[in-house]
């Protein structure tokens, strides 16, 4: 098998484990949000434990849940024998992960969590196991094989395991209700902070850099203001100064092909009307948003008269670091 077949029958032994899965949630999974959102709204966290794989796995989705608002924290199944269970207290959900459900280190840990008055919610690929036993819901991810060639090595299980955890974080900051903006106060930093805390008009294009014009001006006109502005599209305008159109340089070079008379249109008649647009308030997210969606270069700006008063252009995105 080449390199390619070999990488190609991964994807597919991973995503039909990933179908499988998805395809064996129940009524479980709703129990396993309502623990989390109940111990959250008591102001009680999530603590996520595993062992080996599982625990590369179970930091990921702590990372993920304190991210939507859960607050986690990542328990070493050794370290809390050893003194590490001051950390957990009477109203709390440990998320045991354990595909086998049956890893030395993590059973021996399991009287000691009862004992503190915890829900225990186990992700595990068997729920008649040790662990899922002793859990109050069972998440399961079993999955058909492994991506290993000899069905040993943690691969579609732990693709899986990270999924299912994905999930329940995404459900339970769902059920409580997060907002963009608390999202935005979970990451201040690096490049996800500044599209969730930067407004569209700290990054948009003003005044001679925003290529503006009349309905009545021709190409010919319109092209000399894109130029001044060094920008690829022009906002279009009615009389009294109300976006009603673009044209963008693009439009020129398809409309040339078939009309050898474009540069003495006017705007009314090549512009493309009622254009995407976006108000100067809103977050830089959003702007990123309607780009990933619409596939377009430029974004213009509006105020809450609908007159154009700023230009984004997706060039200046890797520049504000905002890509």
């Known amino acids: 098998m080449s390199h390619l077949a070999r990488a190609r029958k991964v994807f597919q032994i991973e995503m039909a484990a990933l179908r499988a899965v998805a395809a064996s949630l129940d009524e479980r999974f709703d129990q396993g949000v309502e623990r989390?959102?109940?111990?959250l709204a008591r102001r009680n966290k999530v603590v996520v434990v595993g062992v080996g794989k599982s625990g590369n796995i179970g930091r990921k989705i702590a990372a993920t849940l304190s991210s939507t608002g859960s607050p986690a924290v990542v328990l070493n199944s050794v370290d809390a024998l050893h003194g590490d269970l001051g950390i957990i207290h009477e109203g709390d959900v440990v998320l045991a992960l354990s595909y086998s459900g049956e890893s030395e280190e993590l059973t021996h840990l399991l009287p000691?969590?009862?004992?503190?008055?915890?829900?225990?919610?186990?992700?595990?690929?068997?729920?008649?196991?040790?662990?899922?036993?002793?859990?109050d819901v069972v998440l399961c991810c079993r999955v058909p094989k492994e991506?290993?060639?000899f069905n040993l090595a943690p691969t579609s299980s732990t693709t899986a395991t990270l999924v299912l955890g994905d999930a329940l974080a995404l459900a339970v900051a769902d059920a409580r209700g997060l907002k963009l903006e608390d999202f935005a106060q979970r990451h201040?930093?690096?490049?996800?902070?500044?599209?969730?805390?930067?407004?569209?008009?700290?990054?948009?294009?003003?005044?001679?850099?925003?290529?503006?014009a009349p309905l009545t001006l021709t190409v010919k006109e319109a092209l000399l203001v894109m130029t001044r502005a060094k920008s690829g599209s022009v906002?279009?305008?009615?009389?009294?100064?109300?976006?009603?159109?673009?044209?963008?340089?693009?439009?020129l070079r398809r409309r040339m092909a078939d009309d050898d008379d474009v540069l003495a249109r006017t705007l009314r008649e090549v512009m493309t009307p009622d254009p995407i647009c976006i108000r100067e308030e809103l977050l830089a997210a959003e702007a990123l948003r309607i780009f990933?969606?619409?596939?377009?270069?430029?974004?213009?700006?509006?105020?809450?008269?609908?007159?154009?008063?700023?230009?984004?252009?997706?060039?200046?995105?890797?520049?504000?670091?905002?890509?």
């Open 147 to 149: 991506a290993c060639p």
């Open 36 to 39: 989390l959102v109940e111990a």
């Open 292 to 323: 990933n969606e619409r596939a377009i270069d430029d974004l213009i700006v509006v105020n809450a008269k609908h007159q154009p008063v700023g230009l984004v252009d997706s060039q200046d995105l890797p520049k504000l670091k905002l890509m």
């Open 235 to 251: 906002a279009v305008v009615d009389g009294r100064g109300r976006l009603v159109g673009v044209f963008t340089d693009g439009d």
């Open 188 to 212: 201040p930093a690096g490049a996800i902070g500044r599209a969730l805390l930067v407004k569209v008009g700290d990054i948009m294009r003003r005044e001679g850099r925003n290529a503006v």
């Open 112 to 135: 000691a969590l009862k004992r503190f008055g915890v829900t225990l919610v186990a992700l595990t690929g068997f729920p008649k196991s040790t662990l899922g036993r002793h859990a």
